[in-house]
C-alpha cells in the first residue's frame, strides 16, 4: 500500500538536544511538507520542498531544518534552538507543483515532548 | 493573504443529528478548498474536496459545496454516528504552489 511513514511515534528531547523526525513516503510524490500542531490548534507550516534538492521555510522554521536529498524522504531536525518543541508533528506529501486540485497526503504524526 | 476561518468547537451532538460546521475563506482568485478529518491520536484524512465554483463534494455522508459568492465551503452531514466524533479542518490551496491554508480546526462530539 502506498502511504507515508513517520518515525518514532513518540520521542522524547532533553534540554539542548537536537532529534530528527523520519518521514518517508512510496506515493512517488514530489512535494513534500513539515506541519506542527499544538494542543487544540490548527496545522503550522514549518518547511516545505517542492522538489528533491530543494525547500523552503514556511511561517514557524525558526529552530528547525530538513534535508531533501532523496525524492521519497524529508527528515525534519529540531534543534535546541527550539525553545518549545513540545507538539504533534505531521508530514504531508502532494503529487506536485501547481496541481492545486490535488490533496495533501499525511501521515499519522509524532508527538515530541521535552524531558 | 490567504486564510480559512472555521466555527469553533467544540460541538456536541447525540447520534443521529444533524452537523454543520461552518468555513469561511479569503483568497484571490480561485482556489481549491479541501476538508480534512483527524481521529484522535492521527495524522489528517483527506475527508473531500472541490475545485471549482458551485462543485459539490461528499464522502461518507458528508457533503460540502462551493460557494463563490459567499466565499464559503461549509460541511454538513444528515445524521452522525459516535465514530464521527473527531477534528474537523477546512483547508484551501491556491493554483500557484501547493501550499495548503489550514483553519483552526473544529472538534465534534458525538454522544450516544
Known amino acids: 500500500d502506498g502511504g507515508i511513514t513517520q518515525s518514532p511515534k513518540y520521542l522524547f528531547r532533553k534540554e539542548g538536544q537536537n532529534v530528527t523526525l523520519s518521514c518517508e513516503q512510496n506515493l512517488n510524490h514530489d512535494a513534500m511538507y513539515w506541519y506542527r500542531q499544538d494542543p487544540g490548534q490548527g496545522l503550522r507550516l514549518i518547511y516545505y520542498?517542492?522538489?528533491?534538492?530543494?525547500?523552503q521555510k514556511g511561517d514557524i522554521a525558526e529552530g528547525y531544518s530538513v534535508s531533501r536529498e532523496k525524492k521519497e524522504s524529508f527528515p525534519l531536525t529540531v534543534t535546541s534552538a527550539q525553545k518549545n518543541p513540545t507538539a504533534f508533528y505531521l508530514c504531508?506529501?502532494?503529487?506536485?507543483?501547481?496541481?492545486?486540485?490535488?490533496?495533501?497526503?499525511f501521515g499519522d504524526g509524532t508527538r515530541l515532548s521535552i524531558l | 493573504g490567504n486564510s480559512v476561518t472555521q466555527m469553533e468547537g467544540p460541538v456536541t451532538l447525540s447520534e443521529e443529528a444533524f452537523l454543520t460546521i461552518n468555513c469561511t475563506y479569503t483568497a484571490t482568485g480561485y482556489p481549491s478548498l479541501f476538508w480534512y478529518v483527524q481521529y484522535p491520536g492521527e495524522g489528517l484524512q483527506l475527508l473531500l474536496k472541490?475545485?471549482?465554483?458551485?462543485d459539490k463534494g461528499s464522502n461518507k455522508g458528508f457533503e460540502a459545496t462551493y460557494r463563490k459568492e459567499t466565499t464559503s465551503f461549509h460541511l454538513e452531514k444528515g445524521s452522525v454516528q459516535v465514530s464521527d466524533s473527531a477534528v474537523y479542518f477546512c483547508a484551501l490551496k491556491k493554483a500557484a504552489g501547493n501550499k495548503l491554508t489550514f483553519g483552526g480546526g473544529t472538534r465534534v462530539l458525538v454522544k450516544p
Open positions: 472541490a475545485t471549482k465554483a458551485d
Open positions: 504531508a506529501s502532494s503529487i506536485g507543483r501547481d496541481k492545486s486540485n490535488q490533496p495533501q497526503h
Open positions: 520542498s517542492q522538489i528533491v534538492n530543494d525547500f
